[in-house]
């Protein structure tokens, strides 16, 4: 009898999971979703609008947060999604006894265009505000992805001239009318140059290269002509016309939010078109050495900038208008639409203005750049939302009249022509320069957003500083 009360006890004190049938230990049921049809069309919807923000140069965390407001606004509230400067991968969990729905889409195409931009920001308000079915949503975002550019390309090339002038002034050309005009043409050129090799699929390396070579090239063949008292500050402006494209702001804004694979494949791109920039240049200056001597494409002492403008009564707001006039030469070169193009000329009349300001009380050029653009990142973050336009509108466009290309000209030719070390040590400070413009802007918008918010009300939560998608953050923190 003892011994059957014994056994009788072991049994009750048995882990009742082991008791239980195969295939219910320990299940955790997930949500109760859609039909599957509908989830693969909500993840799929999320993902074609991640990819035009990743193309327009938003950077990961934004794309994160945006891709979990619409798949949650339709009824997936656990959704895992993965980014990476090649592709946005998103996951919907359905518990432990079924597997995850898993979507993955290749981000190839990277052109701006920030109408496009602006029409999916709109439609996402409307997707969170609940204002569209699943279908509906998907069929307007058909549209918005498949529409043709809102003006024609020549507009856009005409858009590069410009800003490539309004640089050249801003460098300090602004008493020599042919140096913007020379910028000008070469930087259409330039574009128009561009264009045909990239519809023959020549990679965007070799396009840079060729771009520089040909602005380096037309720069000199004015100076050696006597047509251009100063070669210097023309390739310096079509430098940064050609460097403006690039992912500055955003690939600062994955290395502080905390994504490191997209920051540095950004960076990789970022250093690869330089370097391809670079070459195209530094063939140019060595060619052009070979056949005027070295006098050609020389560096003077006007060549630094800003000395034309004698009275600083006078010296700010040529700056602010020339840096107007780049920004919002650049935002449509980009095909922004009226209210972005006019906030972003805005934003980047405030760096230039800033950016002298400072300059003139001689702050470092590193200092100025990066206190420029975080007053820049600062108000864009605050009017961007009110006037309901993407913030890295402003951003990018602002940030554009202080990128480098000064800097990064004079090292070249220091170390292509003069056979300095120093040029060395003038890149790094390029480098710096185009650092400190990025982590300036993301700092700006961070700032900003208790401010918009109602001084802090959402500190607690937030998410990284948002240049695109929602503002408000969703119910679970996107780290």
Not at 386 to 407: K, Q, T
Request: net charge positive; glycine share 12%; charged share 15%.
């Amino acid at each position: 009898m003892g011994i059957t009360q014994r056994a009788r006890g072991v049994l009750r004190r048995r882990d009742p999971e082991l008791t239980m049938p195969p295939g219910t230990r320990n299940v955790v049921y997930g949500p109760a979703l859609p039909d599957e049809s509908t989830v693969h069309l909500v993840l799929d919807l999320g993902l074609r609008i991640g990819e035009v923000q990743m193309a327009s140069g938003a950077g990961a965390s934004d794309v994160t947060a945006t891709i979990v407001a619409v798949v949650s606004a339709y009824g997936l509230p656990h959704t895992e999604v993965d980014v990476i400067y090649t592709s946005i991968t998103v996951s919907t969990y359905r518990g432990t006894d079924l597997p995850p729905i898993t979507s993955l889409r290749v981000v190839r195409n990277r052109s701006l265009d920030y109408t496009r931009l602006d029409d999916v920001e709109k439609l996402l308000r409307r997707i969170t505000g609940n204002e569209l079915t699943a279908a509906e949503a998907y069929a307007e975002l058909d549209q918005i992805t498949t529409a043709p550019h809102p003006f024609p390309r020549w507009v856009a090339t005409l858009s590069w001239a410009g800003m490539a002038a309004s640089l050249a002034v801003l460098l300090g050309g602004g008493s020599t009318p042919m140096l913007p005009l020379v910028a000008a043409g070469s930087t259409a050129l330039v574009d128009r140059v561009g264009r045909l090799l990239n519809k023959r699929a020549l990679p965007f390396f070799f396009q840079q290269a060729v771009g520089g070579a040909i602005a380096t090239a037309v720069a000199l063949g004015c100076y050696a002509t006597g047509l251009l008292g100063n070669a210097a500050l023309a390739i310096a402006a079509s430098i940064i016309v050609l460097l403006s494209g690039m992912t500055v702001v955003g690939s600062m804004q994955d290395a502080i939010t905390g994504y490191n694979v997209t920051a540095a494949g950004r960076i990789a791109e970022l250093a690869l078109m330089s370097a391809g920039l670079i070459a195209g240049v530094v063939l140019s200056l060595y060619i052009g050495v070979r056949i005027g001597g070295e006098s050609v494409g020389s560096l003077d002492a006007q060549s630094l900038g800003r000395v034309e403008v004698q009275a600083p009564v006078l010296h700010l707001p040529v700056q602010l208008l020339a840096g107007a006039s780049t920004a919002a030469c650049f935002a449509l070169a980009s095909y922004a639409p009226p209210r972005p193009l006019l906030a972003a000329g805005i934003g980047g009349g405030v760096a230039a203005a800033v950016h002298s300001l400072l300059t003139l009380v001689d702050v470092h050029t590193v200092l100025a750049g990066a206190v420029a653009t975080t007053v820049v990142g600062f108000i864009g973050g605050i009017i961007a939302r009110r006037l309901e336009i993407p913030a890295l509108v402003i951003a990018v466009s602002g940030v554009a009249p202080l990128l480098p290309g000064f800097a990064t000209y004079r090292g070249l030719y220091e170390l292509s022509v003069l056979r300095s070390p120093d040029g060395v040590a003038t890149l790094m400070l390029a480098v710096a320069t185009g650092l400190a413009l990025g982590a300036g802007v993301v700092l700006g918008e961070y700032l900003a957003q208790p401010v918009r918010t109602r001084l802090g009300r959402l500190e607690r939560r937030f998410a990284g500083p948002r240049m695109s998608g929602p503002l408000r953050p969703t119910k679970r923190r996107i780290d």
